[in-house]
């Protein structure tokens, strides 16, 4: 990423930073979503906006991660009732 030469203090600025919803197909023909997730961050004294957002995505991909795991289990026993059921 190019360096940003920027002598703005961005202290105290608010910045929405987004995961946008993700499909997942772990079986073929079925899929699931993921998100979206939104966070609003504050840039920090001494941050660049960069660095907020960077702070925002890695909550983000950890809520991702976190209700991925949690839903995988679940979407998998209904494809299995589903296929059992046809």
Not at 11 to 39: C, H, N
Not at 75 to 80: E, I, T
């Amino acid at each position: 990423m190019p360096e940003v030469e920027d002598k703005v203090d961005y202290a105290g600025t608010k910045l929405l930073v987004s995961w946008g919803d993700e499909t997942i197909t772990p079986i073929r023909y079925q899929s699931m979503k993921v998100g979206p997730f939104d966070m609003m961050v504050v840039v920090q004294y001494g941050e660049t906006p960069y660095d907020a957002y960077r702070r925002g995505i890695r909550h983000l991909n950890v809520i991702a991660q976190t209700e991925y795991a949690s839903k995988l289990p679940a979407f998998l026993k209904r494809c299995a009732d589903d296929a059992a059921n046809q």
